[in-house]
């Protein structure tokens, strides 16, 4: 039996966030706006990963993987992969740029400056 070649291609990715397939099961939605979406799919859209380059040419991949065998109630696990040593536990509801900050994700959208006040 011939042994092929081991092949290699490039990304763009600068992060892999991972979330919990169980968890998301067993919480059934929880995230987002109305509260209707998974994790997976509500930091998906928080990030606009539908729009643009996607797959490998797309700067962030948020996907689903089996059980991390933490399995905290009302909350996923997530993790960025380029952070192994820190699981996250996202409870039903989190705030989506909380959850963003604690993965030390960047999105690079341009972010409002604060509005100062004004003596008058």
Known sequence: ??????????TE???VVLVCRKCSKKL???FGPGGDLTLKKA????????????????????TGVDCF???????????NAARPKQLLIVP???D????????GLQDHRRVRAPLDAVEG
């Open 69 to 79: 065998d933490v399995c905290p109630k009302g909350a996923v696990i997530a993790v």
């Open 1 to 10: 039996m011939a042994v092929k070649d081991l092949k290699s291609t490039g």
């Open 43 to 62: 930091l998906r859209k928080y990030f606009h990963l539908k729009k643009g380059k996607k797959g490998r040419k797309g700067d962030l991949v948020v």
């Open 28 to 30: 059934d939605g929880g």
């Open 96 to 103: 989506l740029l909380e959850v963003k900050a604690r993965l």
């Open 13 to 15: 990715w600068r992060d």
């Open 92 to 94: 039903a509801g989190a």
